[in-house]
């Protein structure tokens, strides 16, 4: 009922508009009230649209939280229709994108999928340049799905220097300095980590794991 009478509501403002509009003889006072009119019906469908967009990202993130990335595409592509220089909608496209080319069986749609999300993430960074969500998984897709650990640490340290605290962009930097033997660099990020971390973190362990790895490996805890 609401939703038919606020229809009814808008087609008749835009109606009356028309005749005013149409009328030989222009009132000033039938000028302003069509204004009026149409300024609450454009308010209301900018309202609309702003609601839209929020639940089809919300459902967009559920989707890919379910592992229906396709679901989640259909919903963050509406999305980005209605506001397409949002940038945070297209770093969930992004991630999105990666995702489908984690789950691709066929190299050939892998590659397709995994260009798509390099777009999408090189366009929320145009957009906003701190939007660090998408250094992050810019970096991710660049390490393990171009083998590109140089941009990829690039994509981490700028992160870092924005937010020098961050957990995530320090775990990240650690495992990509160990992928291309930088073990040394690699420990520091791990011992950072540790002063960062509080004590009853189930991530300290994964720290503590990593540690006593790289140790072995260069032979310190043998001496």
Not at 79 to 103: H, M, R, T, V, W
Not at 153 to 169: G, Q
Request: charged fraction near 35%; aromatic fraction near 12%.
């Amino acid at each position: 009922m609401m939703a038919g009478c606020g229809y009814y509501e808008a087609n008749r403002a835009v109606a009356r508009g028309k005749r005013v509009i149409a009328q030989r003889e222009k009132d000033v006072e039938d000028l302003k009230q069509v204004r009026r009119e149409l300024r609450k019906v454009i308010d209301m469908k900018i309202k609309a649209v702003q609601y839209l967009e929020s639940t089809l990202r919300l459902l967009g993130t559920k989707y890919m939280e379910l592992g229906s990335y396709r679901l989640a595409e259909d919903a963050l592509v509406e999305a980005e229709y209605l506001q397409p220089y949002n940038a945070f909608i297209k770093k969930d496209l992004g991630e999105c994108y990666y995702f489908l080319a984690l789950s691709a069986v066929d190299t050939e749609e892998r590659q397709a999928w995994r260009e798509r999300s390099r777009v999408y993430y090189r366009k929320a960074l145009d957009i906003k340049p701190d939007l660090l969500e998408a250094r992050y998984g810019y970096g991710l897709l660049l390490a393990f799905g171009y083998d590109d650990w140089t941009g990829a640490i690039e994509e981490i340290k700028f992160m870092l220097d924005y937010d020098p605290k961050n957990i995530d962009a320090h775990f990240a930097l650690g495992r990509f300095y160990y992928e291309i033997g930088d073990l040394g660099k690699s420990l520091n990020e791990y011992l950072t980590l540790t002063r960062l971390l509080p004590r009853s973190s189930p991530k300290l362990e994964k720290v503590e794991e990593n540690i006593l790895r790289i140790n072995r490996e260069t032979g310190i805890d043998e001496r």
